[in-house]
């Protein structure tokens, strides 16, 4: 259970079965689909660190992208009646955005990183297989999504942690060690995990020849740098 900090409170659930894979390995993709023939299949499985995808181009593809082409592959032959849920990202949109600063399903996709290029296939991959496959397969396209549970490499949980720890050392008047962020210009758009889930249940519950496209995001757009100033002005000293 140490391998799952952030969901203790699930593992004492009889309903939850935890199973060891890679999604690299289609015979045990396709192994696991045959045996459970599940009803949706949420994919969240990628290399989802944009920086880290530049050191691991090859990596990030082919676990971002070609994990997303063994389930979808492995559905249409096994169980065709599975509802996919493909959890894309609005790093494909790169710095692409409309006329009026927003970015929508249609708005033109120009990523520029390696993850984002491998989310977009998979984006893709998903379409062809609706399309051709006559599959009920859908794309979420998340923007930075927040939850209690958010792990420590993403930024806004970078900033809170930083806080307790600078908090705790200078009320015992300990020396400290600075915040290290990167591209502070960058926009981030929040949105709520929780509320992107039920989003994503809805997908599933929509019909088969619907929209299969959805952004998902409440329009609240800050600097990192904004972000990091009210995270700091809210804490006491």
Do not use: W
């Not at 990596?59 to 849920?85: M, P, Q, R, W």
């Not at 984006?123 to 006559?134: A, D, K, L, P, S």
């Amino acid at each position: 259970s140490n391998y799952y900090p952030n969901i203790q409170h699930l593992l004492k659930n009889s309903r939850l079965e935890i199973v060891f894979g890679d999604i690299l390995d289609v015979s045990f993709i396709k192994s696991l689909i045959y045996d459970i023939r599940p009803c949706t299949i949420f994919n969240l499985a990628a290399q989802s660190f944009v920086d880290l995808s530049y050191k691991l181009p090859h990596y990030t593809f082919e676990c971002t992208a070609t994990g997303v082409l063994n389930i979808l592959d492995s559905i249409k032959t096994l169980s065709s009646h599975t509802k996919f849920i493909q959890a894309s990202s609005s790093e494909m949109f790169g710095n692409s955005i409309d006329d009026d600063n927003f970015q929508r399903e249609d708005t033109i996709m120009k990523p520029v990183s390696p993850y984002a290029v491998a989310k977009l296939a998979a984006h893709y991959m998903t379409g062809i297989y609706r399309e051709c496959y006559n599959l009920h397969a859908s794309c979420a396209i998340s923007f930075n999504h927040e939850g209690t549970r958010r792990s420590e490499q993403f930024v806004t949980r970078k900033i809170t942690k930083y806080l307790g720890y600078l908090k705790y050392r200078l009320d015992n008047s300990l020396s400290f060690e600075k915040l290290k962020l990167g591209n502070t210009d960058n926009f981030i758009i929040h949105a709520s995990k929780h509320k992107n889930y039920n989003c994503s249940i809805l997908m599933c519950l929509t019909a088969h020849n619907e929209e299969r496209y959805f952004c998902l995001y409440k329009y609240e757009n800050r600097e990192i740098t904004l972000d990091t100033v009210l995270t700091f002005s809210m804490v006491e000293t």
